[in-house]
């Protein structure tokens, strides 16, 4: 098929390279001409685990091309799917500009019938301003050209994108046109050979769909992380409470890991749009704000933990901080809990020695006019002249440590583990003070 993909952001990109991947033609069509440039040469701007090297080939064999010009977008795909950015308006509802501005250039520009595939993550409702978008654009030329708008959300998590769009759960389309549901089978053809995953249903349900999946995992951190607080107070370790109800196939192991609490951006995006919708509608919707609520006191934790470690004496201190990205795989720092840690930090004066396996350049991006800020080349370099360590993100080259090496090098024996991820007896044999999530432990005060 030839298909036309509009964004190349995280969505769009992973769209485009795994759709030519499996052999369409398919047209990838940005704003932003220094992107396109970059793409065109072979680099990718985001990290993703095998995005690049799947970019990469598929522009050489030429099944992905890339360009700034719409309106050759626009008259080479059948499909053409809006994959461009919805971020969070004041009130947390997702700000539709730029999908209803690629609807109004489909409109703009269409000579033949279109199927216009909405992959963005959008309000319930959505594909109705795209249809009215379009059809304005078209009134606006005095055209009467058929098109249809279908719901296409995406589930790809950051850190396996590649992976999850290959071999998704299930493709869920929202439409009730036949010749959509024939277009998007064919399109997702090779994807269903051995298993029958295209799930049919209407276009207000896709859309609703896509914010209930992500904001029933969300729930289920935030529930995690409110058992965990509570561990604390009562003395007992999460850990062994994670172990005995994931092992409950009602509940299961995902998402139910405590930690310093979720960021990225979907969760923190999504539960505040859903919630936007609901208020809009005249819900109240009390569960989807706890939710909320919760994860945003779980950022403020590892802080809370310094503060009194130091009894309030932070001014001056250097804290190490190994992970910056929200989760591990990615260089993605949108709403990440060390963004939260490390401004706290600034603001009663204490500094900060940083290091992340692939978002230091997202850091300094973020951060650079930060004096209070060092970003290092190393875990072992973060290390130097700390008064204490917190570990924000759980990747694989922070699992193993020597204690005694991490007593011996650090000012004060301090460690905040937001991630849970070292054994609590292990850590204290080594002198070390160890304030995880949930572990049962009562702080201690340094002097």
Same mark, same amino acid.
């Given at each position: ?40 040469r072979g680099t990718v701007p985001i990290y993703e685990p095998g995005l690049s090297e799947l970019v990469q080939c598929n522009h050489e064999a030429g099944r992905l091309r890339f360009t700034t010009d719409a309106e050759v977008a626009v008259a080479f795909g059948v499909l053409q799917f809006v994959a &461009? ?42 594909? *109705? ?43 869920? &389309? ?96 999504? &539960? ?76 009663? *004066? ?50 193993? $440590? ?34 995880? $999530? ?10």
């Open positions: 098929m030839k298909i036309s993909v509009f964004g190349s952001g995280y969505v769009g990109l992973v769209t485009a390279a795994c759709l030519a991947d499996v052999g369409h033609q398919v047209l990838c069509v940005d704003v932003d001409a220094e992107k396109v440039t970059q793409l065109m &461009v950015g919805t971020p969070p308006d004041e009130d947390g509802s997702a700000d539709l500009q730029y999908v209803l501005a690629v609807a109004r250039t489909i409109g703009r520009y269409m000579h033949d019938e279109k199927v216009v595939v909405t992959k963005s993550t959008v309000p319930v409702g959505t594909a *109705g301003r795209v249809h009215e978008a379009v059809t304005q654009a078209l009134a606006q030329r005095g055209a009467s050209i058929p098109f249809e708008v279908c719901s296409n959300p995406e589930f790809l998590k950051e850190g396996s994108a590649i992976e999850d769009f290959n071999h998704a759960a299930r493709i869920v &389309v929202g439409t009730d046109s036949q010749r959509v549901r024939v277009l998007m089978r064919e399109c997702y053809a090779p994807y269903i050979r051995l298993q029958e995953k295209l799930v049919f249903m209407s276009i207000r349900s896709a859309e609703l769909t896509k914010y209930a999946a992500n904001a029933m995992l969300a729930t289920k951190i935030s529930f995690m992380n409110e058992i965990a607080n509570l561990a604390e107070h009562l003395g007992a370790d999460i850990e062994e409470v994670r172990k005995g109800i994931g092992s409950d196939p009602r509940i299961g192991y995902h998402f139910i890991y405590p930690g310093c609490g979720y960021g990225g951006s979907c969760f923190p995006k999504d &539960v505040k749009a859903l919630a936007a919708t609901a208020e809009q509608v005249g819900y109240t919707p009390a569960l989807l704000n706890a939710v909320e609520a919760v994860n945003q006191r779980q950022k403020e934790g590892m802080f809370t933990k310094l503060q009194k470690a130091f009894d309030g004496e932070l001014a001056g201190k250097t804290i190490a901080l190994w992970g910056l990205a929200f989760k591990p795989n990615t260089d993605d720092m949108r709403e990440a809990p060390s963004r939260a840690l490390m401004e706290a930090l600034w603001h009663v *004066g204490a500094k900060v020695q940083a290091f992340d396996p692939k978002a230091m350049a997202e850091c300094q991006r973020l951060y650079s006019q930060q004096a209070a800020l060092t970003l290092v080349a190393s875990r072992e370099e973060a290390l130097q002249g700390a008064d204490a360590l917190v570990i924000c993100t759980e990747w694989k080259e922070f699992r193993a $440590v020597d204690f005694q090496w991490l007593k011996n090098i650090l000012r004060y024996p301090i460690v905040v583990d937001g991630r849970n991820l070292y054994a609590p007896e292990l850590v204290k044999q080594a002198g070390l003070i160890y304030y995880a $999530v949930g572990r049962g432990d009562s702080l201690q005060v340094v002097h």
